[in-house]
Nanobody, 115 residues
Framework: QVQLVESGGGLVQPGGSLRLSCVAS????????MGWYRQAPGKQRELVAR???????QHANSVRGRFTISRDHGKNTVYLQMNNLKPEDTAVYYC?????????WGQGTQVTVSS
């Protein structure tokens, strides 16, 4: 099993920045495809960014160039640096990872972009 705990959400004005953190309860080297998803009210959950096989990264078209996923193995933490935030980025952001055949999710952190 693995527990994922997100933090770093909040209210920010358009154009602002936030950094989300996801701390895992075990070595993230053993967790596959760790990444971030988001879900806005009335919409389906969607991929934001994740690590893929071989340590490569994948970012959604809507955030490419503004958001960057990174990780610190020593802290068992995955980050999402979000710059130039837009109102349409408002959503609950979830950390995700796979261990074996199981999918694990954090509890989510709210990001609200509004003036």
């Amino acid at each position: 099993q693995v527990q994922l705990v997100e933090s770093g959400g909040g209210l920010v004005q358009p154009g602002g920045s936030l950094r989300l953190s996801c701390v895992a309860s075990r070595n993230i080297l053993n967790i596959n495809n760790m990444g971030w998803y988001r879900q806005a009210p009335g919409k389906q959950r969607e991929l934001v960014a994740r690590f893929t096989w071989g340590g490569l990264t994948q970012h959604a078209n809507s955030v490419r160039g503004r958001f960057t996923i990174s990780r610190d193995h020593g802290k068992n933490t995955v980050y999402l640096q979000m710059n130039n935030l837009k109102p349409e980025d408002t959503a609950v952001y979830y950390c995700n990872g796979q261990l074996g055949a199981l999918d694990y999710w954090g509890q989510g952190t709210q990001v609200t972009v509004s003036s």
